[in-house]
């Protein structure tokens, strides 16, 4: 069974940065793709970025362009979001998923594997 642990969440700062981590056992990582979603309170779960299994090809939210870095370590069995230029509205519970295959979408039915989800809470 496949399970995924997320970690490095926390308080952060408006204008600083953050860098997530996304642990899984259980499964054959090298052939998952890897998103990252959030979820702020009362708003549904959104897609922030995804990593491809077979060329790492990366995925982002254009929201979030240019302040997401999405990375993978298949040695490690682990995924990372790095966050820059922190803003109060990031403020939410980030999800690591994962599918094993292709990336094939940015909606949550899109992958089969979750974590418990890691807060995010940026201070003004």
């Known amino acids: 069974q496949v399970r995924l642990v997320e970690s490095g969440g926390g308080l952060g700062q408006a204008g600083g940065a953050l860098r997530l981590s996304c642990a899984a056992s259980?499964?054959?990582?090298?052939?998952?793709?890897m998103p990252w979603f959030r979820q702020a309170p009362a708003q549904d779960r959104g897609f922030e970025a995804a990593?491809?299994?077979?060329?790492?090809?990366?995925y982002y939210t254009d929201s979030m362009l240019g302040r997401l870095t999405i990375s993978r370590d298949n040695t490690k069995k682990k995924v990372y979001l790095h966050m820059a230029s922190l803003k109060p509205e990031d403020t939410a519970v980030y999800y690591c998923?994962?599918?094993?295959?292709?990336?094939?979408?940015?909606?949550?039915?899109?992958?089969?594997?979750w974590g418990q989800g890691t807060q995010v809470t940026v201070s003004s």
């Open positions: 259980g499964g054959t990582f090298s052939t998952y793709t």
């Open positions: 990593i491809n299994w077979s060329d790492n090809l990366p």
């Open positions: 998923a994962g599918r094993n295959g292709l990336y094939t979408g940015r909606y949550p039915f899109d992958y089969t594997y």
